[in-house]
């Protein structure tokens, strides 16, 4: 079956500080792999979104970046984190159109 | 465009009592529609979907929602709820690509059943 890991599941930066949180999926090959936050009383705002190895698509502008160095891995970045990044970061997959979206438990990042 | 609205941030209700959580969509195409429910700490999961066919789809632990175009309203509803079923729901719409980066999600509604 398939599974997906998503580490660590909180996190505490201080302010200019670098940022990596990884995920992983399992039991499939080639999925869609996404990148959500998820922000108090507010719903889940794509930030990126991933067909393939090395093909990522930003879709709001903003302080992160997006790697996919290997075809079940994705990694959400920054090189200097700032107040405004604190929230809850979901990491997804699905296999394709009309295909359900799994998430992962997510990592609550809180930026000091 | 499309958006999605759900009018309650947050529904208490007492154990084995019904439940209705209101989705209402906007847009100017065919949707598909979407119920996600978050527990604690965790990822969302698919709870029911409406791609076509019957207006009425059910989720295997009780709950159903009715996709209704006229009133472009897509609410959750429970006939009898438990203390598990307090979590987060989120209704979500996309467009007929099935796309998920064209997936819009509500706000949320934080449903709390009280013993």
């Known amino acids: 079956s398939q599974t997906i890991h998503q580490w660590p599941a909180t996190l505490v930066q201080p302010v200019g500080s670098p940022l990596s949180l990884e995920c992983t999926v399992e039991?499939?090959?080639?999925?869609?792999l996404y990148w959500y936050r998820q922000a108090a009383g507010r719903g889940l705002q794509l930030l990126f979104y991933?067909?393939?190895?090395?093909?990522i698509s930003s879709e709001v502008p903003q302080n992160l970046s997006a790697s996919r160095p290997q075809d079940r891995q994705f990694i959400l970045s920054s090189k200097k984190l700032l107040l405004s990044d604190s929230g809850f970061y979901l990491c997804?997959?699905?296999?394709?159109?009309?295909?359900?979206?799994?998430f992962g438990n997510g990592t609550r990042l809180t930026v000091t | 465009a499309q958006s999605v609205t759900q009018l309650d941030s947050q529904v208490p209700v007492f154990e084995e009592a019904p439940v209705e959580l209101r989705c209402n969509y906007s847009?100017?195409?065919?949707?598909?529609l979407f119920w996600y429910v978050q527990y604690p700490n965790q990822g969302l999961q698919l709870l029911l979907k409406?791609?076509?066919?019957?207006?009425l789809v059910e989720s295997i632990n009780g709950f159903e929602a009715e996709f209704n175009k006229s009133q472009t309203s897509f609410h959750l509803r429970k006939p009898s709820v438990h203390i598990s079923d307090t979590a987060e729901y989120f209704c979500?719409?996309?467009?007929?690509?099935?796309?998920?980066?064209?997936?819009?999600f509500g706000s949320g509604t934080q449903l709390t059943v009280l013993p």
């Open positions: 991933s067909v393939g190895i090395g093909q």
């Open positions: 039991g499939t090959s080639n999925p869609n």
């Open positions: 997804a997959w699905s296999s394709g159109n009309n295909s359900p979206l799994h």
């Open positions: 847009s100017s195409v065919s949707v598909y």
């Open positions: 409406y791609l076509s066919g019957s207006t």
């Open positions: 979500a719409v996309s467009g007929l690509s099935g796309s998920a980066r064209q997936l819009t």
